[in-house]
């Protein structure tokens, strides 16, 4: 019998005697295969005879366009395969021509084939780096970030991380982003590492991208690192000249540097104030005259003043638009706002005031971040002056629901700090944020329950049960009742508030029997509510009608009527022993 190779080589020519390959498919392989001596597994007789003829029906295949045919051949091999140099030359054309050619959908199929046959043959002979770099770019070009991690994860393992190339360019920045976004420190911190071990040469127009996400995920001694590398060679401004990475490094080694003053290292916290300083003279730097600088640099160029501190040099920087004579623009004042406010939320509010004496705008957004640092500081009384300024510039309608939720929150939570305030603080408090809410409500827009609880809370808190009715009647009433939900006990409170009222008689009979039957009726308790002991009972308002309609009263009027007045003053609600404490000790987590 003819040997396997002669069969094999019979079948062959016939193939290219019919026309169904070209001649130069006929051309001696010259790739240079290795050995079993050399490492490569035992091929037999029949094995090659098989990958010869699959490997001509997969060079058919490609030659009439079915590239799916031609990789379920190319499948059909075992891994010894891919020694076998037709079996090579075959999976080479297969993934050369998707990769030039190919779509979303054959991504998955190269990502798979080509990191399992990169891992199979890299201790032997590697597969070239333009192949691993055509892969990346090509994930990148059907916009599938994901592939980039996953071809990245097969490919850095500590038997492969030396033996194939890390992405470039575009599919690099791809890369970070995605490890960024997926919060995979190990994987990135190793990428950055390894770039900046191998020296791993970064385009110039994604050097400052790559620094950027470093930063980003919190690698601060690999972005300072790469960024010095960058700082003095070629092209050198598209690191130093970048606004976004300005003022991400500057931001960070500020926070860096008042973490080290916490823990009294002067040295370290002087050396990461210089570098961030240093940056923001790079940035200054790499512009011609400050005249001439764009509107988005100048912006950035003040924000890392207002990030070191220098609020007057921030602020000067941005008086070269007004020479300009341009219109202000919103972004101006907001970006500086954002800066300041981090820094310092009184020195912030000062700027603002500055920048509206001097014709600049500041939008809704601008408000908002600074009553976000001015509460998150614990600062109530600058709180109040940033509400008074929105208003006095008719900002308060525009404020998008964000601000409007902490306009509440910083309106109601005095309310609950066990501090007694003025009767009239109360009031209008409550009904601000009443008359806000129900226009959230109006407007289609979001109100988030833990808003409702508050307010709830606060009305309890300071003895406004009617009030506390008024928000339950226009929100939370005809609740469907889901599991855990935590209004559930918070119904159950204010059904045992307006209960000990009536029968302590500090509430009148016919108003409080009247709310009780509404809560019971229209509440997701059905009126039964857990005693002291543990024992369920249910309350019982004697069956007493609901209050008549020409008797106007929030806590009996439905929502429309109600969203169509003030709250009335309930000054007069009973003072109920005991309320304080048992508010206090109602789930924080609430708030949140």
Not at 565 to 590: F, K
Request: hydrophobic residues 40%; negative net charge.
């Amino acid at each position: 019998m003819e040997s396997y190779d002669k069969l094999a080589l019979d079948v062959f020519k016939q193939l290219v005697g019919e026309g169904y390959i070209p001649e130069s498919a006929m051309m001696q392989q010259v790739e240079k295969v290795p050995t079993e001596a050399e490492g490569a597994p035992s091929i037999s007789d029949a094995e090659h005879f098989t990958f010869v003829v699959i490997g001509t029906l997969v060079k058919m295949c490609l030659h009439y366009g079915y590239d799916q045919l031609a990789h379920d051949f190319m499948q059909s091999l075992q891994s010894t395969a891919m020694f076998d140099p037709v079996y090579r030359a075959a999976a080479s054309k297969v993934i050369g021509t998707l990769l030039l050619s190919g779509t979303e959908k054959d991504a998955e199929l190269l990502a798979g084939l080509v990191t399992s046959w990169a891992a199979d043959v890299a201790s032997v002979q590697p597969l070239r780096d333009d192949i691993i770099w055509l892969l990346y770019d090509f994930c990148h070009h059907v916009l599938r970030p994901d592939l980039i991690a996953f071809i990245h994860g097969r490919l850095s393992t500590p038997v492969l991380v030396d033996v194939y190339p890390v992405p470039q360019n575009h599919a690099l920045v791809a890369l970070l982003t995605e490890l960024n976004h997926r919060n995979n420190i190990i994987q990135a911190r190793n990428l950055i590492r390894t770039i900046f071990r191998n020296n791993y040469r970064v385009d110039p127009f994604h050097r400052a991208n790559v620094i950027y996400q470093a930063s980003q995920m919190g690698f601060a001694t690999e972005a300072r690192a790469l960024y010095e590398r960058y700082e003095h060679r070629a092209h050198s401004e598209r690191v130093t000249g970048s606004a976004m990475l300005a003022t991400e490094l500057v931001a960070h080694f500020v926070r860096i540097s008042e973490d080290q003053s916490q823990k009294l290292d002067k040295r370290a916290q002087d050396d990461a104030r210089a570098f961030a300083q240093r940056v923001t003279s790079n940035l200054v730097a790499s512009r011609a005259e400050m005249a001439k600088i764009p509107r988005t640099a100048l912006n950035a160029i003040a924000h890392c003043h207002f990030l070191l501190g220098d609020l007057e040099a921030g602020f000067r920087t941005l008086r070269v638009i007004l020479r300009r004579r341009e219109v202000p623009h919103d972004n101006d004042v907001n970006v500086l706002l954002t800066a300041a406010a981090k820094y310092s939320p009184r020195a912030a509010v000062t700027l603002l005031k500055k920048a509206l004496d001097d014709n600049y705008r500041a939008s809704a957004r601008a408000y908002a971040v600074l009553l976000h640092y001015a509460r998150k500081s614990g600062d109530d009384e600058l709180a109040e002056e940033v509400l008074r300024l929105a208003e006095d510039r008719g900002k308060m309608a525009h404020l998008d629901t964000t601000v409007k939720n902490s306009m509440i929150r910083t309106q109601l939570l005095p309310l609950i700090s066990g501090v007694i305030q003025p009767p009239d603080t109360v009031r209008q408090a409550l009904q601000t944020s009443f008359e806000t809410m129900t226009w959230m409500k109006n407007q289609h827009r979001k109100v988030n329950d833990s808003l409702v609880h508050l307010a709830i809370r606060a009305a309890v808190a300071n003895y406004r049960l009617s009030v506390a009715f008024a928000f339950w009647n226009d929100f939370f009433r005809g609740r469907v009742f889901e599991e855990n939900d935590p209004w559930f006990s918070w119904e159950e409170r204010l059904l045992v508030r307006i209960e000990r009222a009536v029968q302590s008689g500090k509430l009148p009979r016919d108003k409080g029997f009247a709310m009780l039957n509404q809560l019971k009726e229209n509440g997701i308790t059905q009126g039964w509510v857990t005693d002291e002991e543990g024992l369920k009972r249910e309350i019982m308002p004697f069956a007493l009608p609901p209050l008549p309609a020409q008797e106007p009263d929030v806590g009996v009027q439905s929502g429309d009527e109600a969203r169509s007045q003030q709250l009335p003053d309930h000054s007069a609600d009973p003072v109920i022993p005991g309320d304080v404490a048992d508010v206090d000790t109602m789930n924080d987590s609430l708030l949140q």
